[in-house]
Structure formats: structure tokens, C-alpha cells
């Protein structure tokens, strides 16, 4: 990389942005991803440990599952005003105060007695876990040069892949030969790492017309809706699609993007200018992001359940199981960022939902009895299309966004990741659900066993939704075999469904990664602020 000239954070000349570890590309990669690293590991991770915490702390389902809930809708409502943040104060000190306090709120949960310590830190951790994602890719956009910004955010996305899905590997092993304390604990001194690292290397690039206001109103606009949404979307399965609370929160989250976006018009320096979104490659970034995540977070969600309590496995030989789909993001990924870089992104894209959506639909096609090897093969298949798609959706949003929105974009990037895993959760599972209250007292029926009562079939449907025979204590053997055998049936019918659907959607966005070009803003990156 040449020599160039920044501005530092007071406006003034820097020094060589090439001089020594400060701003070198590469270190930077290496300090972003040791951060990016506990973000993406804390949302898979701590799934495993649920079970200990809750007997460790006497803890009800409901209390549990906001363990997870509270740290998805904090990350979520926040990602973007963290981005615009980083495009305000410099995306440096964003990181490093992000890095600070998802360290320090892991630290206090090992220490917490309570739920709700634990879950109130959780949702610490989803604050500072949103001001560190936009900004890790806001120094790699104003770090590395147009030509190996591909490649950059290639290794970027192997580090979130590898870190989503050994996340149950790593967590199996901490609980079961440590504590569930330790899951958190480990987040201290890779903190500590990326802060030090970040102390040394990064470099503080603030684009010339960076924004120097807040757009306040606009902020609890779009904070408002997003919580909204992502909270219809959390509880929708708790309350029922036809619910009306449901509805409600839906219809509220659309009523306050409606004002924001009438707001943004108004407002001189805008939170999220809508100019953007002239920008067809960019809008169509988002979008793929929105539909590649329904399709993979939706769908693995049940995976792990077919794993665990179909095929009986722990969570450890569930997590070695899916090491063909990491293995593949790990490889694919740089691989992408030089075929994008090469090709541009239309066409590895869109090969790669093609890739995604026979995956999906293989992975309809799995029954109680089916082998490793099968399995692997769809894994694979699903980690080789994902990787195209993590890399290129990520450099066709940030780069067709201007230099000085880069934190903004990264946030939209993030938000639409966030988004489609809880619609994709939320729909696979409200047509696993339909499809087993549907097939589950046929079923039960033919198999000759004894005749269930309305609340009693409600009990079953909820265990057969993932995975569990509804099995009573003392049931004889023989009918226990019938009962397990009706459950798993029932559950793979489910599973198949949620998946063709999971398929369907990522055909869909086949059509949608046809729409993306390479970052027309891209040029403007390595060295923000050249004079």
C-alpha cells in the first residue's frame, strides 16, 4: 500500500497512514476480528449454557430465554446509531469502547447470582456488542484500498462464521468441564487483547465531511421502531401470529418507520439519509442480507434440534456434526473475496443462493435415520453458498455507501442480518409449529395410542416442536417406543417444511443478488479524509 496522508481526528495532518503497525492494513484486520470474534461467538455460546444457568440459579424458561432475547433485541435497536456514531466520534474509538464494555459486561454475568443481573448485563453486552460491529467494518472500508477490500472483508466474514458456529463446540466444552461462568469469563481476556491491539494499531480516519450533528429525534424514531418489530417477532411465538398484541407491535413498528422516514427528509444532517437507497446495488445488499439470514438462521435453528434430540447427540457431537458447514465458511470465505474481486459480486452471489437454497432443500429431505455423511454433504453445501453471500452482501452495502456513512452502512448490514435471523426464527417456526399441530394427532392416532385431551396434546405439540418425545415417567416400554417414534416422525415432517420454505427464500434472493454491482464508493476507502 503507498504512503497517503490522513486527517486525524482534530483535522490536521497525520502521519504516512503506511508508517509502522499504526493503520497497517492487515494488523487492523487481525485486532477487528479478535473483537468481531466475541460478538459472534456470544450469540451461539451462550445457547449451550442456558440449561446450567437456569438450574444454577433457579431460573424459569420464560427468564431464560430472555438471556438470549435480551441480548439479540439490544444489538439489533442499536446497530445503526452505533454506526453513525463511529461516522461522528471516529470509528477507533467506537471500537475500542465497544471492545471495553462487552468485556466488562461479560465479566459481571460470571459474577451475577441473579437472573436478572445476568440478563440486564446481556443487554450490556448487546450495546457495546452494536457500537463494535459497524465500526470494525468502518476501519476496514478506510483502511484497505478498493482492490483488496474484497479479500479483507472475505477474512472478516470467516472469522463471524467460524465464530457462529463454534460457538456450541466451545461452549459444550466450558460447561461441561468448567462452569457456565466460564463462558462469559473467556470474553475478558480476548477484551483485553483487542484493546491492546487497538491501543497500537488502529488509526482514527475521519472522512473530511463526516457528520457533526445528532439526528435525536430520528434516533428513538428508528430505536423505536426496531424494538417494535424485533419484539413482535421475539414474542410471536409466545403469544400466536393471530394474537392481537402481536399485530399491535407490528402495526406500531410500521407507523414509526413511516414517520422516521418522513422525519429523514426533514432533518438537515439525517441519521440515515435516504439518498442512500436511490442506490439499487445497495438496497439490494440489504435486502439479500435480510433473506440470506431467514434462510440460515431459520433453518439451522432446527438443526440443532434435530441433532440433539432426533439423532440423541450432545452438544458437543452436535457442534462437531455441523463442522462441515464452518469448515466451508472458513475455506470459502477469503475464496469469495477473491472471485468478487475478480468477478465482481453478481455472479458469486447469486451462485451462492443458488448454493444455499439446494442445501435447504436437501436438508428438507433428512429423516431420523439419516447418516452423517448425508448430513455433512448438505452442511458443506450450505457453508460453501453462505460464504459468497456474507462477503459480497457486506462490501456491496458498505461500498456503494460514501466514505463518510461507512459506520451507517456497517450498522445497516448488521440490522439486516439481525432482522432476518428473528423473521427467519420466528416464520420457520411458526410453520413448524402449524404443520406439527397439524400432522401430530393423525399420527398419534394411527400409531394406536391412547386418546390425548386438548391440553394434553397442546403440552405434546410444544415438546414434538423441537425434537422431544412427549414421553410420561413410568410409560412402558413399548408404548414409549411408539410415542418417540411418533414425535420424531411428526417433527421431521415439520423440519422438512420449514426447510422447503427456507429454500423458496433463498431462491427468491437468487433474483436479488442479481441486482448488485460492485461498491461505486469503493475507491474512496484505504486512507479516509486524502488530501
Same mark, same amino acid.
Given at each position: 500500500m503507498?504512503s497517503?496522508?490522513?486527517?486525524d481526528t482534530t483535522?490536521t495532518?497525520a502521519?504516512?497512514?503506511a508508517?509502522?503497525?499504526?493503520?497497517?492494513?492487515?494488523f487492523?484486520?487481525?485486532?477487528v476480528?479478535?473483537?468481531?470474534?466475541m460478538v459472534?461467538?456470544?450469540g451461539?455460546?451462550?445457547?449451550?449454557?442456558n440449561?446450567?444457568?437456569?438450574k444454577?440459579?433457579?431460573?424459569?424458561?420464560?427468564q431464560?430465554?430472555?438471556i438470549t432475547n435480551g441480548y439479540?433485541?439490544?444489538l439489533?435497536?442499536s446497530?445503526i446509531t452505533?454506526g453513525?456514531?463511529?461516522d461522528?466520534f471516529?470509528?477507533?474509538q467506537?471500537?475500542l %469502547?465497544?471492545v471495553?464494555g462487552?468485556?466488562a459486561?461479560?465479566?459481571?454475568i460470571g459474577?451475577?447470582?441473579?437472573i436478572?443481573?445476568v440478563?440486564?448485563?446481556?443487554?450490556f453486552?448487546?450495546?457495546?456488542?452494536?457500537l463494535?460491529?459497524?465500526?470494525?467494518?468502518?476501519?476496514?472500508?478506510?483502511?484497505?484500498?478498493?482492490?483488496?477490500l474484497?479479500?479483507a472483508i472475505g477474512i472478516?466474514?470467516?472469522?463471524i462464521g467460524?465464530?457462529t458456529a463454534?460457538?456450541p463446540?466451545?461452549g459444550g466444552?466450558l460447561v461441561?468441564?468448567v462452569?457456565?461462568q466460564?463462558?462469559?469469563?473467556?470474553?475478558?481476556?480476548?477484551?483485553?487483547?483487542?484493546?491492546?491491539?487497538?491501543l497500537?494499531?488502529?488509526r482514527d480516519?475521519?472522512a473530511?465531511?463526516?457528520?457533526?450533528s445528532f439526528?435525536?429525534?430520528g434516533?428513538v424514531l428508528?430505536s423505536g421502531?426496531?424494538?417494535c418489530?424485533?419484539w413482535?417477532?421475539?414474542k410471536a411465538?409466545?403469544w $400466536?401470529?393471530?394474537d392481537?398484541?402481536?399485530?399491535?407491535?407490528?402495526?406500531?413498528?410500521a407507523?414509526?418507520?413511516?414517520?422516521?422516514?418522513f422525519w429523514?427528509?426533514k432533518?438537515?444532517?439525517p441519521?440515515?439519509p435516504?439518498g442512500l437507497?436511490r442506490s439499487v446495488?445497495?438496497?439490494?445488499?440489504?435486502?439479500?442480507m435480510?433473506?440470506?439470514?431467514?434462510?440460515?438462521m431459520?433453518g439451522l435453528?432446527?438443526?440443532?434440534?434435530?441433532?440433539q434430540n432426533?439423532h $440423541?447427540?450432545s452438544?458437543i457431537?452436535?457442534?462437531l456434526h455441523l463442522l462441515?458447514?464452518?469448515g466451508m465458511?472458513?475455506?470459502?470465505?477469503?475464496?469469495a $473475496?477473491?472471485l468478487?474481486?475478480k468477478l465482481g459480486?453478481r455472479?458469486?452471489?447469486?451462485g451462492?443462493?443458488?448454493a444455499t437454497?439446494?442445501a435447504?432443500y436437501?436438508?428438507s429431505?433428512?429423516?431420523?435415520?439419516?447418516?452423517?455423511?448425508?448430513?455433512?454433504?448438505?452442511f458443506a453445501?450450505l457453508?460453501?453458498g453462505?460464504a459468497?453471500?456474507?462477503?459480497?452482501?457486506?462490501?456491496?452495502i458498505?461500498?456503494?455507501a460514501p466514505?463518510?456513512?461507512?459506520?451507517v452502512?456497517g450498522g445497516?448490514?448488521?440490522?439486516a442480518m439481525q432482522i432476518?435471523?428473528?423473521?427467519g426464527t420466528?416464520?420457520?417456526?411458526?410453520v413448524?409449529?402449524?404443520k406439527?399441530d397439524?400432522?401430530l394427532?393423525?399420527?398419534?392416532?394411527h400409531?394406536?395410542?391412547?386418546r390425548?385431551?386438548?391440553?394434553q396434546?397442546?403440552?405434546a405439540?410444544?415438546?414434538v416442536?423441537v425434537?422431544?418425545?412427549?414421553?410420561a415417567?413410568?410409560?412402558?416400554e413399548p408404548?414409549a417406543?411408539k %410415542?418417540?417414534?411418533v414425535?420424531?416422525?411428526?417433527?421431521?415432517?415439520?423440519?422438512?417444511?420449514a426447510?422447503?420454505?427456507a429454500?423458496?427464500v433463498?431462491?427468491?434472493?437468487v433474483?436479488?443478488?442479481?441486482?448488485?454491482?460492485?461498491g461505486?464508493n469503493a475507491?474512496?476507502?484505504a486512507?479516509?479524509?486524502h488530501?
Amino acid at each position: 500500500m503507498t504512503s497517503q496522508t490522513t486527517i486525524d481526528t482534530t483535522g490536521t495532518e497525520a502521519t504516512p497512514a503506511a508508517a509502522g503497525l499504526r493503520g497497517h492494513p492487515w494488523f487492523t484486520l487481525i485486532t477487528v476480528a479478535v473483537g468481531v470474534m466475541m460478538v459472534a461467538l456470544d450469540g451461539t455460546i451462550v445457547a449451550i449454557a442456558n440449561p446450567a444457568i437456569q438450574k444454577d440459579l433457579g431460573a424459569t424458561f420464560a427468564q431464560v430465554q430472555w438471556i438470549t432475547n435480551g441480548y439479540f433485541l439490544a444489538l439489533a435497536v442499536s446497530l445503526i446509531t452505533a454506526g453513525k456514531l463511529g461516522d461522528r466520534f471516529g470509528h477507533r474509538q467506537t471500537f475500542l %469502547i465497544g471492545v471495553t464494555g462487552f468485556a466488562a459486561a461479560s465479566g459481571a454475568i460470571g459474577l451475577s447470582d441473579s437472573i436478572a443481573a445476568v440478563v440486564t448485563f446481556r443487554v450490556f453486552q448487546g450495546l457495546f456488542g452494536a457500537l463494535l460491529m459497524p465500526a470494525a467494518l468502518g476501519l476496514l472500508r478506510a483502511t484497505f484500498p478498493a482492490e483488496k477490500l474484497n479479500m479483507a472483508i472475505g477474512i472478516w466474514g470467516m472469522v463471524i462464521g467460524a465464530s457462529t458456529a463454534g460457538g456450541p463446540i466451545l461452549g459444550g466444552v466450558l460447561v461441561e468441564h468448567v462452569n457456565w461462568q466460564s463462558v462469559f469469563f473467556i470474553n475478558v481476556p480476548v477484551g483485553l487483547i483487542a484493546l491492546a491491539l487497538g491501543l497500537l494499531i488502529l488509526r482514527d480516519h475521519r472522512a473530511q465531511n463526516a457528520p457533526r450533528s445528532f439526528d435525536l429525534l430520528g434516533i428513538v424514531l428508528l430505536s423505536g421502531a426496531m424494538f417494535c418489530l424485533i419484539w413482535a417477532l421475539i414474542k410471536a411465538p409466545t403469544w $400466536g401470529w393471530g394474537d392481537g398484541r402481536t399485530w399491535a407491535f407490528i402495526a406500531g413498528s410500521a407507523l414509526l418507520f413511516a414517520v422516521f422516514s418522513f422525519w429523514e427528509t426533514k432533518v438537515k444532517e439525517p441519521l440515515i439519509p435516504l439518498g442512500l437507497f436511490r442506490s439499487v446495488p445497495l438496497s439490494a445488499g440489504v435486502v439479500l442480507m435480510v433473506l440470506m439470514a431467514i434462510a440460515f438462521m431459520g433453518g439451522l435453528f432446527f438443526v440443532t434440534f434435530y441433532l440433539q434430540n432426533v439423532h $440423541g447427540m450432545s452438544p458437543i457431537d452436535a457442534g462437531l456434526h455441523l463442522l462441515p458447514l464452518t469448515g466451508m465458511m472458513i475455506v470459502g470465505s477469503p475464496l469469495a $473475496g477473491a472471485l468478487i474481486t475478480k468477478l465482481g459480486p453478481r455472479i458469486p452471489l447469486a451462485g451462492g443462493m443458488v448454493a444455499t437454497a439446494v442445501a435447504m432443500y436437501g436438508m428438507s429431505t433428512l429423516e431420523t435415520d439419516t447418516g452423517s455423511g448425508v448430513m455433512s454433504l448438505w452442511f458443506a453445501l450450505l457453508g460453501l453458498g453462505l460464504a459468497p453471500v456474507m462477503v459480497g452482501a457486506t462490501e456491496v452495502i458498505v461500498g456503494n455507501a460514501p466514505m463518510e456513512l461507512s459506520g451507517v452502512a456497517g450498522g445497516l448490514q448488521q440490522a439486516a442480518m439481525q432482522i432476518g435471523g428473528s423473521l427467519g426464527t420466528a416464520v420457520l417456526g411458526a410453520v413448524m409449529a402449524s404443520k406439527v399441530d397439524s400432522d401430530l394427532p393423525g399420527n398419534w392416532t394411527h400409531a394406536g395410542l391412547p386418546r390425548l385431551t386438548p391440553g394434553q396434546l397442546d403440552q405434546a405439540s410444544e415438546a414434538v416442536q423441537v425434537g422431544v418425545a412427549p414421553v410420561a415417567k413410568g410409560t412402558p416400554e413399548p408404548i414409549a417406543a411408539k %410415542i418417540t417414534a411418533v414425535a420424531h416422525d411428526t417433527f421431521i415432517s415439520g423440519m422438512s417444511l420449514a426447510s422447503l420454505v427456507a429454500a423458496g427464500v433463498a431462491a427468491v434472493a437468487v433474483l436479488v443478488a442479481l441486482l448488485t454491482s460492485r461498491g461505486a464508493n469503493a475507491e474512496s476507502g484505504a486512507g479516509v479524509g486524502h488530501i
